[in-house]
């Protein structure tokens, strides 16, 4: 080995000592200027020195390293705020549905707003003798309510409904009460007590005509002057107990003798 190509390791082995103060900054001017003088004419040490810058860049600088850190707790603040959204998303789609469920079974099932037609059910009438009339309503294959409205003609329409989703159980028969026969028509009806008078019927509107139904599907099942038929001693019996539970009287009602009036009227018997 010549004199020459010792003082060139020797030079390129002090570059390379340098190289990565360099890189760090840590190097004065002089020393910097002295590499970047010596990589423009040496090949091998120019490959070593882009060896080194490209191993510095794969490896972070602590102010890089602090950097990624941050950005971490960033990405990790980031998806703890998605699955707190996504949980609150949740709830807020449950909540929802559960409201939507609730919205359903007050349509479909509670609101009874839906027509039965008129054919499903029926209304009879049936007396006693004294002239107290029973109501015997037939619900038919359907559970329901019932609704009364009355005009100036005399016209008792009764419509009978259920919900969306209609609910179906054994046909029974209820008794209704509240009507009074007298003098061949049909009157709405209540007793009437007070301490001067005692009890007597008081008679309101004529009824003229039954109708079941809606307005565009209904049956008459009355109109004044048919004959109403006598009742069996078991519906007079039922009658007579939901009369006098409907006044909240004590003791018996004076059924025999009591006088008939208008309502607002002077007695007319």
Known sequence: MT???????????????????????VCSPESRSFV?????????????LALMQAEDR????????TENRAQWKGVRRYCKRLASRGFLLGLAVTVLLAALAAFGVQKLWLEEETPIPSRE???????????????????????????????EEGVLRMEYTTSRLPKREAPRTELGHGYYFYAGALYRAQIAVSLDEGACIELGQE???????TAEDYRVV???GDEIPLCDAETETRLRARIQNFLFVDGEIPWDGMAVRRAEEEKIS
């Open 207 to 213: 009824i003229r005509e039954i109708r079941l139904g």
């Open 36 to 48: 970047e003088e010596h990589v423009q004419n040496c090949e091998g040490c120019r490959e070593a």
């Open 3 to 25: 004199e020459r190509t010792e003082k060139r390791e020797t030079i390129c082995a002090v570059a390379q000592d340098i190289m990565p103060l360099m890189l760090d900054n």
């Open 121 to 151: 059910y029926d209304l009879t009438l049936a007396r006693t003798e004294d002239g107290w009339v029973a109501e015997l309503f037939s619900t038919g294959p359907y559970d329901g309510r019932r609704a009364y409205t009355y005009d």
């Open 58 to 65: 794969q490896i972070p600088s602590p102010e890089e390293a």
């Open 222 to 224: 009355y109109r004044a």
